[in-house]
C-alpha cells in the first residue's frame, strides 16, 4: 500500500532528489533552510523519517515525520526555500507514535499527499493561507481522505524563524470533519468560530485521531 501511495504522489524515501538548476536558482542560499531543520529537530529530535516529492519545483519538497507522546507529526519542508512565507505542520493522535517500527511503515501516510497539495494550492492561488482560513472539499485521486476540510492556525509549539530580515512561519494545519467544517461555514462572519474554540479548548494541539 505504501508503494502504492509513494508511486501515485511520485515520492520515494529516504533521500531527496536532485534539483534542476533552474529551481535551484529560484531558491534561497541554505541558512534559512538549516533554520527550519534545526527548529523541527530541537523540539522533536533529529531522528525523524520522511519521504521526498520528486517534483523539483513543487513547493513542498520534503515531509518529515516525528514522535511526540501520542500523535504522530507531518512538517514540510522546502517552502521557505522558495520564498514562501511559511511551512505545513499536521498532527495526528495515532498508536504509530508508541510503536517501535519506523514511522514510515506505520503511520498514516494520506497527510503527506495532502500537505503536497495544500502547498500547490497556494501556488496555484499566488498566496499563502491566512491564520483561520478555511479550505474544503479537498480531493486527491487515488488516495482516500479521512478529512478534507482544514483550517489553517499559527503553530502553537513551533516558533517562527528569521535569517537576514526574512522570517518563515509554522503553520498548523487542522483536519475537520464533513459536518464539524459545514458548521463553520454556517457561521456569520465576524461571529466567534466556537467549532475551533471547542476543538482547541479540548486540546490545545487541536489533535484527531488519525
Request: contains cysteine; hydrophobic residues 45%.
Amino acid at each position: 500500500m505504501l508503494s502504492a501511495l509513494l508511486s501515485l504522489l511520485g515520492c520515494e524515501t529516504p533521500t531527496p532528489p536532485p534539483e534542476t538548476p533552474a529551481a535551484a536558482s529560484a531558491r534561497t542560499p541554505a541558512p534559512l533552510f538549516q533554520l527550519v531543520d534545526e527548529a523541527v529537530s530541537g523540539v522533536y529530535g533529529a531522528e525523524g523519517m520522511g519521504m521526498a516529492n520528486n517534483d523539483p519545483d513543487a513547493l513542498v519538497q520534503f515531509v518529515s515525520l516525528h514522535r511526540k507522546d501520542d500523535h504522530v507529526v507531518y512538517v514540510t519542508h522546502g517552502a521557505s526555500a522558495a520564498h514562501h512565507p511559511h511551512e505545513f505542520v499536521l498532527r495526528l493522535r495515532h498508536p504509530a507514535a508508541r510503536d517501535p517500527r519506523p514511522l514510515i511503515e506505520v503511520a498514516p501516510q494520506w497527510p503527506v499527499p495532502l500537505l503536497v497539495e495544500l502547498g500547490e494550492t497556494e501556488r496555484r492561488l499566488g498566496r499563502p493561507f491566512p491564520p483561520r482560513d478555511m479550505l474544503g472539499g479537498v480531493a486527491l485521486p487515488g488516495v482516500e481522505l479521512p478529512y478534507g476540510n482544514v483550517v489553517f492556525m499559527l503553530d502553537p509549539v513551533l516558533r517562527p524563524v528569521e535569517d537576514a530580515g526574512r522570517f518563515v512561519a509554522f503553520v498548523q494545519v487542522l483536519p475537520f470533519s464533513d459536518a464539524d467544517y459545514a458548521a463553520m461555514q454556517a457561521i456569520p462572519d465576524g461571529e466567534t468560530n466556537t467549532v475551533l474554540r471547542a476543538r482547541l479548548e479540548a486540546d490545545p494541539l487541536g489533535l484527531v485521531d488519525g
